[in-house]
């Protein structure tokens, strides 16, 4: 559980390091549309792989918390399955944002994966309020998949 929580610190970092390259590149002085696309399409790639790597090891300090492991505290399993609940509602306010754009190809698709994520969340804060934090990484693994799929439906490629 201890090894856990450093992978999930680890990869908050890796996450702000994405952030910043996501503002970099948008903002830069790119000359391809193309060239722009293809870096947020790989970086949403790595993006995805993290926010994955992340809620496995939130996942492992819930599951060895369970098993009466206590090298990691209670308060900090909460702590992390909390912040993970938050990058998860920032992801689905995102892609409410990228899916609403006129140049959505599928969009009532990606409109309602985004709708379907949002409501994986909302049963997640439940789920947090009565300390099922299991079910919690489960509903935002759920939500994870669902905003990635309503993303990539909506991508112009």
Known sequence: AAMAKVVDRDIRGVQ??????????????????????????????VENLVLVTGSAAVEVMVRKHNEGDTTVS????????????????????????????????NAQKAKDGVGAAKQKVEEAKDLLETENLQGVITKLIEANVLVNDAITSSSVH
């Open 16 to 45: 702000n390091e994405l952030d910043g390259a996501k503002g970099d590149f948008m903002t830069g002085t790119t000359t391809s549309t193309v060239a722009t696309v293809k870096l947020e399409k790989t970086r949403r790639e």
């Open 74 to 105: 209670i308060e900090d399993v909460k702590k992390s399955v909390g912040e993970n609940l938050e990058k998860a509602i920032n992801e689905v306010k995102k892609a409410e944002v990228i899916v609403s754009t006129p140049s959505t190809i």
